[in-house]
């Protein structure tokens, strides 16, 4: 059984994989200063919840974006399951696709990631829309090169921002307008309104952009969390692939079994 980890800037995943299968995953905050043992804890007896032994883990992967949480997380997959974890973009887990841009070494992990997942599903040129703390779109040809992308930040950082910045702008939850009206009645509304819409309409005309200049047709994959819920009010996307980061760890961990 395969356990992927999946460290990003808010909070790690912890998914078992049994062949290309999702078995079970849990989600913890991100904290780099967690050790192991802290970790160990608390997923052992998640794995213990759902019948899962220790034993049965014969495979890890790990992908971060946080550095200082590799350490511990190394540590926990040594001493609690007796194994050396493939590190996503290092040794025998190297991409395996070309990255073609100035600094290949500064790609975050999750967006490689990203891009041999969707190449691998999809057919044709892509972008890549990953809904995290920040928002990124990737962009990654026929042949699976990684060309580029847009880094922007996530919507919660947005309306972060927005209320951490201003004196009488209340806290509100991230969720489609009441109605399509882009006039707002009252504040809560128009600060929706603004965020919400305003996403929608930057990420379309982003998109837009990147198509004319690939100047080929390309399929929108989105993933990430929010991504569901965009795609209930704009019809950019092609396709809505929550796991794509996972199954991306899969197929790394799968290539790096057979070199």
């Given at each position: 059984?395969?356990?992927?980890?999946?460290?990003?800037?808010?909070?790690?995943?912890?998914?078992l994989f049994?062949?290309?299968?999702?078995?079970?995953?849990?989600?913890?905050?991100?904290?780099?200063r967690?050790?192991?043992?802290?970790y160990?804890?608390?997923?052992?007896?998640?794995?213990?919840?759902?019948?899962?032994?220790?034993?049965?883990?014969?495979?890890?992967?790990?992908?971060?974006?946080?550095?200082?949480?590799?350490h511990?997380?190394?540590?926990?997959?040594?001493?609690?399951?007796?194994?050396?974890?493939?590190?996503?973009?290092e040794?025998?887990?190297?991409?395996?696709?070309?990255?073609?841009?100035?600094?290949?070494?500064?790609?975050?992990?999750?967006?490689?990631?990203?891009?041999?997942?969707?190449?691998?599903?999809?057919?044709?040129?892509?972008?890549?829309?990953?809904f995290?703390?920040?928002?990124?779109?990737?962009?990654?040809?026929?042949?699976?090169?990684?060309?580029?992308?847009?880094i922007?930040?996530?919507?919660?950082?947005?309306?972060?921002?927005?209320?951490?910045?201003?004196?009488?702008?209340?806290?509100i939850?991230?969720?489609?307008?009441?109605?399509?009206?882009?006039?707002?009645r009252?504040?809560?509304?128009?600060?929706?309104?603004?965020?919400?819409?305003?996403?929608?309409?930057?990420?379309?005309?982003?998109?837009?952009r990147?198509?004319?200049?690939?100047?080929?047709?390309?399929?929108?994959?989105?993933?990430?969390?929010?991504?569901?819920?965009?795609?209930?009010?704009?019809?950019?996307?092609?396709?809505?692939?929550?796991?794509?980061?996972?199954?991306?760890?899969?197929?790394?961990?799968?290539?790096a079994?057979?070199a």
């Amino acid at each position: 059984m395969l356990l992927a980890i999946d460290a990003g800037n808010t909070n790690i995943v912890f998914a078992l994989f049994e062949g290309q299968e999702i078995r079970t995953r849990w989600r913890i905050a991100t904290d780099p200063r967690r050790t192991a043992d802290q970790y160990a804890v608390w997923l052992v007896q998640l794995m213990e919840i759902e019948g899962i032994r220790s034993s049965q883990i014969d495979q890890v992967i790990l992908s971060s974006v946080v550095p200082r949480a590799v350490h511990n997380l190394t540590v926990l997959s040594e001493k609690y399951f007796g194994i050396s974890p493939l590190i996503a973009g290092e040794g025998v887990a190297q991409w395996g696709i070309e990255i073609d841009i100035d600094e290949p070494r500064s790609l975050g992990a999750d967006r490689a990631v990203n891009a041999i997942a969707a190449h691998t599903k999809y057919p044709g040129d892509l972008i890549v829309v990953d809904f995290g703390t920040a928002t990124t779109f990737d962009i990654v040809d026929f042949n699976g090169a990684y060309k580029g992308g847009i880094i922007a930040p996530g919507i919660n950082l947005s309306l972060d921002a927005l209320v951490g910045n201003t004196a009488k702008l209340p806290r509100i939850a991230i969720e489609a307008p009441r109605s399509d009206s882009v006039v707002g009645r009252n504040t809560e509304d128009q600060m929706l309104i603004g965020v919400f819409w305003g996403y929608v309409a930057m990420m379309e005309g982003l998109i837009a952009r990147i198509r004319s200049e690939i100047g080929r047709p390309a399929k929108v994959i989105a993933t990430g969390g929010l991504a569901i819920l965009f795609d209930k009010h704009t019809n950019i996307f092609d396709a809505v692939d929550a796991e794509l980061t996972l199954e991306g760890l899969a197929l790394l961990a799968e290539r790096a079994s057979r070199a």
